[in-house]
């Protein structure tokens, strides 16, 4: 029997099915060897690290030591990148392999995995090498920097690539702060034939460029001159081709979802990851642009059937990066003659949006006719431009830019017919006045974007780095906009104050070049981190002070800095033993907890209490909270899920099936659910309740209208649907009123 380990259990049953008989799949859920969660795990004098297994995956270690003892071969199948050869090489470690046969593959295709199996080689011991130094810098940085901001309150954080980040968002955000608007003023002139053209003059390349004006005077004293006849002098037409872009990479692909699915870049590798799992798309963290001889014969097939007059005499290449992994591959789908089954709604629309951008990067350029228009009028003149589509060519697959989150021009309109020498009727000459505006902030995907461009972190990190900023309350979204909280402000301050070049992105850029080097086999990453190490420890001693006055200048944070825990007069329903006062991360609110912690791990909000009857389940103290929908009881211990309804009966019965209600806060549940899914909104009840108008199809249960609203406006509905699909106008006076033509019945909840 041949044994192949992969990371994710989603992985197994298709790999199994792939390789057919005589082959065995386990995976190993990730990492599961780390440095230790409590204890720096380093030895700074050497950086040599000391790894421990993760408690809760030993049984699994144990599971896979035994399936490779009796083992013919086993093949190291983890992901085909830095973080996936580390994996394995943990793997050959602790399971003691002796010769380990490591194969990759870049899609979970029959094919790829038979390939990868027959051409299987050694570990990367330089991939390693580089996993191993970027890990120990993170762990240096965020164990010994972190716990120095505690000034501001618990679970602050910092590290090499967030805190980079967040720094970019801060210096945008002082940049807008900082900006002063600078007004100006733009001529235009309005023709009765529609076309409207800009005042331009030549540049100093000799080009015609439209002009700012910095005063409104000087823009009147232009348009005094331009008074008379206007004359066409000028009418070129031109090809302007347009080239597709290159295939996605992990970053362009969280840019796309974002613009064109409006999906945030975690939930974007989340997808995308179902989708490499599936079989759908190839390795979803890439930062390289090129394609496999078989990839573009894939596209060009397609392209051939599909629409010949775009398909180019060659492949397109697209040059990629300087620091992209060689061995990756962009993304894109596995195959463009099968559909991938077991899709959810959503992995459709971005394997959708991946199939589209890699046939359209096959194909030959957009062709447009671009054309401009010159007049005169005296010594002025004015420009018009425009174009049309002649020749689509990949943008019959991609209709949009859709990787431009802010589009920084109106596409060209279609100009009107004019012939040179004609004289066009003016109908106005117009002065507008403008402002500069400040620099934009980012959304979450130009933020990667700028990430990307900076090189800050690597195509694996971006989205984990967002979401962890998001989570320390570093960041916010006002709409789509990513904009520093006042936390963020002050943390980013600090961490200028004692770690300036911690937050820089071209400190943070070139330590990524070192570890890349690490892995191209031309550095030592001890050695490096050795060299760093003398210059962080001399940061690291002198920063206390300087994160101190940070935050005596900054006593607002001091509200998120807990009070010490108090005892209290109460006692745990559990052990009897009195319960502490203790204050929440990050937050104003307080808590109860057992004082015999961790023996007794009680622990409530601050207002429960404890209810007269005994847990159902196991007899023990049930625990009286205020939820959502409100009060529950739920059992003390909490290895037990016994619940008791506390809630308070309902004003009015169920409106579909006339059982007593429970009253949940803002609205009433019948007493049946999940059976009956009847509900009254408190609000539309007391509406109804008032207008007491009854449904005149439902007799004799005689149940209330209640109003609804629909795209065409409101109307009055039965309550009772749908068991009732009574409708009415909202004009109808009373119930029994001739209603007007009764509408469709509109769902919605009463």
Known sequence: MKVVIVESPNKVKKIEGYLGAGFKVYATAGHFRDLPQRDLGVDVATMTPTYVVDEEKAANLSRLKSACASADDVYLATDADREGEAISWHLAQEL????????????ITER??????????????HLVDAQQGRRVLDRLVGFQVSPLLKPFGPQNSAGR?????????VAREKARTSFKARAYWTLAARYANGLTARYATANAAGELADVQFPTEAEARAVLARAAGPHTVTGLETKDAPRKPKAPFTTSTLQQAASVALGLKPDATMELAQGLFEKGAITYHRTDATALSDDALTMARDFIAADYPEALPPEPVRYAPKADAQAAHEAIRPTSLTTTPEDLTADESKLYALIRARFIACQCRPAVFAATTITTTSGDTTWRARGSVVQFPSFLRYLEADEDAEEKNEKEEPRLPRVATGEVLAVSSLDVARKETTPPARFTQATLIKEMEKAGIGR??????????????DYIAEEKK???????GFIIDEALCAAFPPLIEAAYTAAMETALDEVAAGKRSWKRELLSWYRDFETQLSAAPPKIEAVAKAHPELASLVPAAPQLTDRHCPLCEKQLVLRGKKDS???FLSCSGFPTCSFAAPEDFTVHEKPCPECSGALAVLQGKYGPFARCARKDCKGRLDVSAPGSAPCPVCDSPTRDMGKF????????????????ALEKAKKA????????????LLVQRKSVKGTFWGCSGYPACDHTEDSEAKASGAAPKKAKKATKGKA
């Open 668 to 683: 009433l549940s019948c007493t049946k659910y999940p059976e009956c899914r009847g509900s009254w909104d408190k609000a």
């Open 588 to 590: 104003t609110e307080k």
């Open 459 to 472: 195509p694996s990190t971006y989205a984990a780095t967002v979401k962890t900023l998001f989570g320390r």
């Open 96 to 107: 003691r392999l002796k010769s380990p046969k490591r194969i990759k593959f870049i899609e």
């Open 112 to 125: 790829a995995l038979k390939a990868a199996v027959a051409a299987g080689g050694t570990l990367d011991q």
């Open 692 to 703: 007491d108008r009854h449904c005149p199809k439902c007799q004799p249960k005689n149940r």
């Open 161 to 169: 690539v967030q805190s980079a980040t967040l720094h970019l968002v």
């Open 481 to 487: 906009y990513v904009l520093p909280t006042q936390k």
